[in-house]
């Protein structure tokens, strides 16, 4: 099991409105100017980061923003700050990233086999573009629900590494998954000593702690943000790509839109996934550049192929993410949804 693993992504988004009059090439990036952000980037529109974490009190007292739940106490209540019980290896100390504030929190009754725990943050009415990204340690392990929609299964240790704790890491866009206003992230942690869900249950009092901890974040934006716009897998309403069987082409698009025009971004620049493929067509003059109208809107949009075997994706990845550069030297990077399948449902174009 891989988890939706978390690739940091900055939220850029371009000024200027860029005439929709055809695909005339500008030129690149100034030589000798180091990569990264222009200073010309400005958005316009609200882009919202909040943090979310567990731990938002003291060691021993509730956690404010975290509601918790056990067969000993079927209601939710704030959740408990602590590791589940009083032994010194259940203790209060972050088992996360140091440089995050998250603290573990359990139940209050140490007796408990499992326990569900509830955090929510809230979206604008006219939210788009959000991208959640979290990691997450359960003892001994966790399903995890968004809005109610499973998201996965963690475990305690990963099964290449037994007895080495695993943070698990989510990265999560696609606007279909989030609701206005409130979202809910619920972890329904089970105990059962050996560090892997499907083992019995056993009492934490018995066997050793039950806790959870996540840290992460989440950005928005609001409708009338202007920002570059992707559709991978054209035409697909999931975007499955086959996670077992890396050998074929998955397809992006770089939309056209009223307030960004593909045809300035530079193809060559243009990186995909984790591992940051870049486009597969080639000819005696160098890369390919492939315009056509994908969304059939009346205007040119920009497309890539990448293999999918330099993307990076693996089974269990909910998102992937497209980055490049103007040929003004603006940077951008953009996520979209994926589903994987292990089977010919992935299969690619």
Not at 151 to 167: M, N, R, W
Not at 263 to 292: L, Q
Request: net charge negative; proline share 5%.
């Amino acid at each position: 099991m891989s988890g939706c693993r978390f690739f940091p992504v900055a939220a850029v988004f371009l000024v200027s409105v860029i005439a929709l009059t055809g695909c005339e090439q500008g030129t690149g990036p100034v030589e000798g100017e180091p990569a990264g952000i222009s200073d010309s980037q400005i958005s316009f529109g609200k882009i919202d980061t909040v943090s979310i974490f567990s731990g938002n009190g003291i060691c021993g007292g509730p956690d404010t923003l975290v509601l918790a739940r056990s067969p000993s106490d079927p209601m939710f209540i704030e959740a408990l700050i602590g590791g589940g019980n009083d032994s010194d290896g259940c203790s209060c100390f972050n088992a996360g990233d140091p440089e995050s504030p998250s603290l573990p929190i359990t139940t209050y009754y140490p007796t408990d086999k499992s326990g569900d725990f509830l955090t929510y943050f809230e979206l604008p009415e006219d939210f788009s573009n959000v991208h959640l990204i979290f990691s997450v340690i359960a003892d001994d392990a966790a399903q995890i629900y968004l809005n109610g929609i499973f998201i996965d299964q963690v475990d305690l240790y990963d099964i290449s590494s037994p007895g080495e704790k695993k943070a698990w890491t989510f990265d999560i866009c696609g606007d279909d998954l989030f609701v206005y206003p409130v979202n809910t992230l619920l972890f329904k942690v089970r105990n059962t000593g050996t560090g892997y869900y499907g083992d019995p249950a056993a009492r934490a009092d018995s066997a050793d702690c039950m806790y959870l901890e996540f840290w992460g974040m989440y950005t928005s934006q609001t409708e009338d943000t202007c920002g570059v716009l992707i559709d991978i897998k054209p035409g697909s309403d999931i975007n499955p790509v086959n996670c077992m069987k890396l050998n074929g082409v998955i397809p992006v698009a770089i939309l056209t839109t009223d307030c960004f025009d593909a045809c300035e971004v530079d193809h060559t620049t243009v990186r995909f996934g984790p591992d940051g493929a870049s486009e597969n067509h080639f000819n005696k003059h160098g890369m390919i550049r492939h315009e056509k109208d994908v969304d059939f809107d009346g205007d040119i949009d920009l497309v890539f192929h990448f293999l999918a075997s330099e993307t990076g994706i693996e089974c269990g990845d909910c998102g992937a993410t497209l980055s490049g550069f103007t040929f003004s030297g603006d940077y951008f990077e953009v996520c979209d949804r994926i589903v994987t399948v292990p089977d010919k449902e992935g299969g690619s174009d």
